[in-house]
């Protein structure tokens, strides 16, 4: 069976009462929101929202789920790294979340999606993630330390928390768990090579013969 969308995170979840005081701005857009678990918690919280991602079959996944629980999400299909920038007018949405994606270039875009008044909530790597030794590498998706104020001088930032995970979380080990989801992702878009750009424990590679 696939897999559901994971728990919100908890930094997400901190910043309910803020997304709430957002509603009367307009809807919440969850970029790249992947398996919906933002966009899920922020209609549960009584949000109209807006979820987007490039993978057809995660947001077919999604929609089924909220009109199961009657959840106001939207799914809908882009590329937020498109040359052709967001299907969106500007101020358009009350809040942004955005977890796990950085592509430097949309910033601007993205502080103009807000309405006056509105709130963006991001979460993402930073360049300490190399400390770990799990998780992505590439600096392409790591922000540097007091970077993500930099990439958004127009907004005021209002909390800012840096974690640090004490433990290997199993999301980003490559056990059959994310083997078989890596697999089911390559069938769904037709790719007949998939390129592990890190090194690969022998059991992990095991995993994969």
């Known amino acids: 069976m696939p897999r559901k969308a994971d728990p ?3 930094f997400v979840v901190a910043q309910r009462e803020r997304l709430r005081a957002t509603v009367s701005l307009g809807p919440c857009l969850d970029l790249a929101c992947g398996r919906g678990r933002h966009a899920l918690f922020a209609a549960g ?14 947001l077919h996944r999604l929609a089924t789920q909220a009109s199961a629980e009657r959840l106001a999400i939207h799914a809908l299909r882009a590329d937020a790294e498109s040359p052709l920038g967001l299907p969106f007018p500007p101020a358009r949405f009350g809040a942004v979340l955005v977890t796990r994606f950085l592509f430097r270039p949309l ?9 006056p008044g509105g709130l963006l909530v991001y979460e993402t790597f930073t360049e ?4 770990l030794g799990y998780g992505p590498v590439n600096p392409a998706f790591l922000l540097e330390s007091g970077e993500l104020p930099r990439l958004f001088p127009e907004l005021e930032v209002v909390e800012s928390v ?11 080990l490559c056990g059959t768990g994310k083997a078989a989801e890596m697999v089911e992702l ?24």
């Open 162 to 172: 840096l974690c640090r995970s004490r433990e290997k979380h199993k999301k980003f």
């Open 45 to 58: 919280a009584g949000l109209r929202v807006v979820a987007l991602d490039r993978d057809a079959s995660l």
């Open 128 to 131: 300490r993630q190399r400390e």
């Open 107 to 115: 910033a601007p875009a993205i502080a103009g999606l807000l309405a």
């Open 186 to 209: 390559a069938r769904a878009h037709e790719c007949d090579v998939i390129v592990i750009d890190n090194g690969v424990a022998p059991s992990q590679q095991r995993e994969w013969e």
């Open 8 to 10: 919100p995170s908890p």
